[in-house]
Each structure stands twice: as C-alpha cells, then as structure tokens.
C-alpha cells in the first residue's frame, strides 16, 4: 500500500474543514462543531509539532534588531482561511503577551509548537447593559507546552483568553472557526480585569466572577507578519 506522504498540517486543513462545516448554519445556533469530525481534529492537532511545520524558535539576538524595540512582540505567519475557519501561527518574544481578548461566536483551538505559554481564560456572563463593561468568570490559568493537548475555546466556554510566552519564546498553532469578521459581529476586543483579584497569575480554587472593561488594543502589543514556509496547505 502506497505511504500516506500528505503532511499533517494538510490533513488539520481537511479536518477542520469537516468538523466546523456547520458552524455556520442557522439551526446550529451555539456554532458547535460535528463531534466525531472534531474528536478526528483534535487527534490530528495533538500529534502537531515544531517540525511539520519547519518551524524552530527563534534564538534571540540571532539577527541584528531581532529584539529591538521597533519589531513586534507578536507575530503572525497566516497559513489559510477560508469562510469556515482560519488557521496560523502566533509567534511570541520571549515574556511577550496577547492581551485579554474575545473571539465572539468562535471555536478556537490552540496547539504549543515550541516554549510554554501561560493561558488565562474567561467566560462572558450574562450582565446588564452597561456599555464597555462586562461581567465575567474567570476559569483557569493553565500552562502549555508542546505536551500538552490543545487548548480549546467555544463561543460559551473560555471565549476570552490572554496569552503569556513564559521563559523564552514560544509559537502556537490557532485555528478559529468561523474565523474574525467585522462586517458579521466577530470583531476582536480587548479588555482589562478590573478586580485585582484575577490579575493573580496563580490559577484560582474555583471560579471567580469579575469585571472587565472593553479598552483599545494596548499600545504595548501589536502584531506582525511573518510569511508561512511550511508545507503547502490548499482546502
Ligand atoms: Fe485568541
């Protein structure tokens, strides 16, 4: 029987492609993927690593200004989107973060591809309208690395997150389905915690509930391009 030679990051495309198809449709209306097709992802994500990528961290101060002040903290190497999900690769400076921010509607899942990152994760919960505020839940800070199995997010559950890169550079896989879109309500939005109890970086015993106030994207994160030169991926 002839090898298999598709590269793995070709088979998530396929996979996602299948799993968040319905998403979209109007009688799915949590946007929840097809379980089995999903279980199918997750296996394939899981097994992601560094390599299938031809991906490897970046050593600091390799090239003259890597670390200066006018390259980004975060960059971002597209790989394909489609009007079902976008998949690519978050690259973060050593102690970089992606701020608190919303994927509103979205599935998300994240894969370490190298380093260890600290994700924290929130729940949007029902509020009265008070415009730029929101009450939230705090879920979990969690720590991964290229060990551990992916990380998920759905619209409900831990929809918000703030991503750290944790003693020294790290690189992430990130699939959102269906991707960012502004002109169909899935704009990003940055926010701040304004109880200073969940600005802990320690994991809390339970759930705890908390404010937090829509801001502009900080001026201390922005994020930049950086061209995909793994395998060729087309869905
Ligand atoms: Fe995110």
């Given at each position: 029987m002839p090898r298999d030679r598709t590269p793995l990051i070709q088979k998530i495309a396929q996979q996602a492609s299948l799993s968040f198809k319905?998403?979209?449709?109007?009688?799915n209306g949590d946007h929840k993927p097809l379980p089995d097709q999903h279980e199918q992802l997750l296996s394939l994500v899981n097994a992601l690593r560094a390599a299938d990528l031809k991906l490897a961290p970046r050593k600091s101060g390799?090239?003259?200004?890597?670390?200066?002040?006018?390259?980004?903290?975060v960059t971002y190497m597209h790989i394909c989107e489609t009007p079902v999900f976008s998949m690519g690769v978050f690259l973060l400076r050593s102690g970089a973060s992606i701020p608190l921010h919303d994927h509103p509607g979205m599935n998300g899942m994240l894969k370490v591809l190298y380093g260890k990152v600290s994700v924290r994760c929130f729940d949007k919960l029902d509020s009265e309208?008070?415009?730029s505020l929101c009450r939230s839940m705090l879920r979990c800070v969690s720590e991964y690395s290229p060990s551990s199995t992916p990380c998920l997010l759905t619209p409900q559950r831990d929809n918000l997150h703030q991503i750290q890169a944790l003693g020294g550079p790290a690189a992430f896989l990130d699939i959102l389905?269906?991707?960012?879109?502004p002109d169909n309500n899935r704009d990003c939005h940055y926010y701040r915690v304004l109880?200073?109890?969940?600005?802990?970086s320690e994991a809390p015993e339970r759930p705890e509930e908390t404010w937090l106030l829509e801001i502009p994207q900080p001026e201390e994160f922005w994020c930049g391009g950086q061209v995909y030169s793994g395998p060729p991926v087309t869905v």
């Open positions: 319905d998403c979209l449709s109007e009688d390799s090239r003259p200004g890597t670390d200066g002040a006018q390259n980004p903290p309208d008070v415009p389905a269906p991707p960012y879109d109880q200073p109890s969940a600005t802990s």
